[in-house]
């Protein structure tokens, strides 16, 4: 019996096939032939990928589909019309797993990968843990006790897990293509707290969290003292980032972070509350975090020269101002140019001027157009890659090719963050060849 994905590329379902893998399970999977960043781990463990085809489906199968397929794809059509294929969605699939282990489900609009990221560095020195980060990693080691789960609330999927715990960063509208506004979004959120059996770890500073119901205990963080655990003292420069944390009123520790940036500093102090709240001991919770390494696409630098390349995922207007603010206290006094390439209709046109805001923080702004696939969800929407560029300062309209890396060699030395969901980490990797050259 194997194991079949389709749509091993995705960002979760290639950190779930390298789970299964590391379980000694065949795994194989299909997507489309262009790169993804996420196939990186698939093929050091020596997973198959191949082209889509319904010929890729064999009996006795398990098939798991990821949440953009639907039975136009043929592999999808094929494994559902098998009697004897066993098919569940990504999430229906990680639902059941979940149920073999202490779960900790990370949700939130903004920073669940990072999160999830630090935990699945930081807990294995206290207890065997398996993760999944919406990177394209993932592990399960054999003995494993706790699984933390990056939980994506997009169309509700979070709603197939009902975690022993869960740590929620905070609450933005997003994914507006399918939300009918802040209070739909809110509904989810609620929901999925209601589902959470022991606890719930929330940023105390977050404008609905703390006005949602709860069934469980609550542990909250933030920078206000009415927080179970406060960060105070908070020194950020090149150096990274210093702040103590204080437990109900009483000096805990002091940390030391490589890492840059508010948001980052709300991630690490969520971490150290929900590991705490475990019973893992202080200095434990101290090395992990200050030994925290980074993941995929989530400000990630590369120094060259007197140049600084920065990728990251950020695709939404707080995001994106996060990361400039970020990239300004690792990098003061240098030029920063933001790069951003949009993923999706319905996001730049509800979210328009915001984006255009958040990228005018910027000394200099670079947009690539949407990916020749993207469709506009409905009639709606109208908005086009020039309605953003009209509402920015300094800025230009590149595509991720070899004439556009040489166009942002010409601007150097700076600091440039390479913001997006999509492929403009592919013009970065351009740029980062032309500047080592």
Same mark, same amino acid.
């Given at each position: 019996?194997?194991?079949?994905?389709?749509? #091993?590329?995705? &960002?979760?379902?290639?950190?779930?096939?390298?789970?299964?893998?590391?379980?000694?399970?065949?795994?194989?999977?299909?997507?489309?032939?262009?790169?993804?960043?996420?196939?990186?781990?698939?093929?050091?463990?020596?997973?198959?990928?191949?082209?889509?085809?319904? %010929?890729?489906?064999?009996? =006795?199968?398990?098939? #798991?589909?990821?949440?953009?397929?639907?039975?136009?794809?043929?592999?999808?059509?094929?494994?559902?019309?098998?009697?004897?294929?066993?098919?569940?969605?990504?999430?229906?699939?990680?639902?059941?797993?979940?149920?073999?282990? &202490?779960?900790?489900?990370?949700?939130?609009?903004?920073? %669940?990968?990072?999160?999830?990221?630090?935990?699945?560095?930081?807990?294995?020195?206290?207890?065997?843990?398996?993760?999944?980060?919406?990177?394209?990693?993932?592990?399960?080691?054999?003995? $494993?006790?706790?699984?933390?789960?990056?939980?994506?609330?997009?169309?509700?999927?979070?709603?197939?897990?009902?975690?022993?715990?869960?740590?929620?960063?905070?609450?933005?509208?997003?994914?507006?293509?399918?939300?009918?506004?802040?209070?739909?979004?809110?509904? $989810?959120?609620?929901?999925?707290?209601?589902?959470?059996?022991?606890?719930?770890?929330?940023?105390?500073?977050?404008?609905?969290?703390?006005?949602?119901?709860?069934?469980?205990?609550?542990?909250?963080?933030?920078? %206000?003292?009415? =927080?179970?655990?406060? *960060?105070?003292?908070?020194?950020?420069?090149?150096?990274?980032?210093?702040?103590?944390?204080?437990?109900?009123?009483?000096?805990? *520790?002091?940390?030391?972070?490589?890492?840059?940036?508010?948001?980052?500093?709300?991630? $690490?102090?969520?971490?150290?509350?929900?590991?705490?709240?475990?019973?893992?001991?202080?200095?434990?919770?101290?090395?992990?975090?200050?030994?925290?390494?980074?993941?995929?696409?989530?400000?990630?630098?590369?120094?060259?020269?007197?140049?600084?390349?920065?990728?990251?995922?950020?695709?939404?207007?707080?995001?994106?101002?996060?990361?400039?603010?970020? $990239?300004?206290?690792?990098?003061?006094?240098?030029?920063?140019? *933001?790069?951003?390439?949009?993923?999706? +209709?319905?996001?730049?046109?509800?979210?328009?001027?915001?984006?255009?805001?958040?990228?005018?923080?910027?000394?200099?702004?670079?947009?690539?157009?949407?990916?020749?696939?993207?469709?506009?969800?409905?009639?709606?929407?109208?908005?086009?890659?020039?309605?953003?560029?009209?509402?920015?300062?300094?800025?230009?309209?590149?595509?991720?090719?070899?004439?556009? *890396?040489?166009?942002?060699?010409?601007?150097?030395?700076?600091? +440039?963050?390479?913001?997006?969901?999509?492929?403009?980490?592919?013009?970065?990797? %351009?740029?980062?060849?032309?500047?080592?050259?």
């Amino acid at each position: 019996m194997a194991y079949h994905f389709i749509g #091993i590329k995705g &960002t979760g379902m290639a950190s779930l096939a390298t789970i299964l893998y590391d379980q000694n399970k065949e795994v194989r999977g299909s997507d489309i032939p262009k790169y993804i960043f996420t196939q990186d781990e698939l093929e050091k463990r020596g997973i198959v990928i191949t082209d889509f085809d319904e %010929k890729n489906i064999k009996d =006795n199968d398990v098939v #798991i589909i990821g949440l953009s397929f639907d039975e136009s794809n043929p592999e999808v059509k094929a494994a559902i019309s098998n009697p004897t294929v066993k098919t569940y969605y990504y999430n229906e699939y990680l639902g059941e797993l979940l149920k073999s282990y &202490t779960s900790i489900c990370v949700a939130g609009t903004h920073g %669940k990968s990072t999160t999830t990221g630090i935990l699945g560095h930081t807990l294995p020195e206290y207890k065997s843990t398996g993760y999944l980060i919406g990177d394209g990693h993932g592990h399960m080691p054999k003995d $494993a006790q706790y699984f933390v789960l990056e939980s994506c609330e997009f169309q509700r999927h979070f709603l197939a897990y009902r975690p022993d715990y869960a740590l929620i960063t905070n609450i933005e509208l997003d994914h507006v293509d399918y939300y009918k506004d802040m209070d739909d979004y809110l509904d $989810a959120f609620q929901t999925f707290i209601h589902q959470t059996q022991k606890h719930c770890v929330i940023f105390g500073d977050d404008p609905y969290l703390p006005k949602l119901s709860y069934d469980v205990p609550v542990t909250t963080y933030g920078l %206000k003292d009415t =927080n179970d655990y406060q *960060a105070i003292h908070i020194e950020q420069g090149p150096f990274g980032m210093h702040f103590d944390c204080m437990h109900h009123g009483q000096l805990l *520790a002091h940390i030391e972070l490589n890492e840059v940036g508010d948001p980052f500093l709300q991630d $690490a102090l969520g971490c150290f509350a929900l590991c705490h709240l475990l019973g893992m001991p202080v200095d434990l919770i101290v090395e992990g975090l200050k030994t925290y390494q980074g993941i995929a696409r989530r400000f990630v630098v590369e120094e060259i020269n007197d140049s600084a390349l920065i990728d990251d995922y950020a695709h939404h207007p707080t995001a994106i101002r996060y990361m400039i603010d970020s $990239a300004r206290k690792k990098y003061p006094g240098k030029k920063v140019i *933001a790069l951003y390439k949009p993923d999706r +209709y319905s996001r730049l046109q509800y979210f328009l001027d915001e984006f255009a805001q958040s990228l005018n923080t910027a000394d200099e702004v670079i947009l690539c157009d949407f990916p020749k696939n993207a469709v506009r969800e409905d009639k709606t929407i109208t908005v086009t890659i020039q309605d953003l560029m009209d509402r920015c300062h300094n800025v230009q309209l590149l595509d991720v090719d070899d004439a556009s *890396a040489e166009v942002l060699k010409t601007m150097a030395p700076a600091v +440039y963050v390479f913001m997006s969901s999509k492929d403009i980490y592919l013009l970065k990797d %351009k740029l980062a060849k032309l500047l080592k050259d």
